[in-house]
């Protein structure tokens, strides 16, 4: 069946240190790619998505490229920061209802100072 | 504007008793959805609501579920009777159209004892 399959965490690094959090998924169809994020006591936030094969969705320093080829949707940040520290679910929609999504499990990120 | 605000933001119960969770959507939002996550597992989708009519839910998971959403404003998820499996955190998300972004709540966490 659809699904997303996600590192597991928890990832522990270091202020300025560069972030991958690896997504991949199997998907039916041409899927909706996502990037969710949960700081804190807050609810899910979207942080990117990609809508087609070789898309670069981008936010907040947060970069993650549609590679149909490898069926991947990596979360990468260049330097990290506290104010990072989060869980971050990938995602995906299989048709034009956006709001149906299959997620990933979740990594939770801790940024040390 | 107000977000999507779910309550309560924590409940504690006993086996078979019965809970009652509330999401209040984005106001215009015709658009609502409930998700699950269980022990830190992934977020998994139960249902969808086009106003007051149930258009998907292939999620949910038995007939100890009952979701409603009178008016097309408000929407409950009941469970009765509540069983130890139950326990997690329970989402629910709204958006203006199928195709548009859903936002999310702070979720409410069951703790089934």
């Known amino acids: 069946g659809d699904s997303v399959t996600q590192m597991e965490g928890p990832v522990t690094l270091s202020e300025e240190a560069f972030l991958t959090i690896n997504c991949t998924y199997t998907?039916?169809?041409?899927?909706?790619l996502f990037w969710y994020v949960q700081y804190p006591g807050e609810g899910l936030q979207l942080l990117l998505k990609a809508t087609k094969a070789d898309d670069k969705g981008s936010n907040k320093g947060f970069e993650a490229t549609y590679r149909k080829e490898t069926t991947s949707f990596h979360l990468e940040k260049g330097s990290v920061q506290v104010s990072d520290s989060a869980v971050y679910f990938c995602a995906l929609s299989l048709s034009s209802n956006t709001g149906k999504l299959i997620f990933g499990q979740g990594t939770t990120l801790q940024v040390k100072p | 504007e107000a977000g999507v605000t779910q309550f309560p933001s924590h409940s504690v119960i006993e086996k078979g008793q019965t809970v009652t969770l509330r999401c209040d959507p984005i106001?215009?939002?015709?658009?609502l959805y409930w998700y699950r996550r269980v022990m830190g597992k992934e977020i998994k989708f139960l249902l969808h609501f086009v106003k007051e009519s149930k258009q998907d839910e292939s999620g949910m998971p038995n007939n100890r579920f009952l979701a409603e959403r009178t008016g097309g404003t408000y929407s409950t998820l009941k469970v009765q009777p509540a069983e130890l499996e139950d326990s997690g955190v329970y989402f629910c998300a709204s958006s203006q159209t199928r195709n548009t972004e859903a936002f999310f709540g702070q979720g409410t966490r069951l703790t089934v004892v």
């Open positions: 998907a039916t169809g041409y899927p909706s």
């Open positions: 106001s215009g939002h015709d658009n």
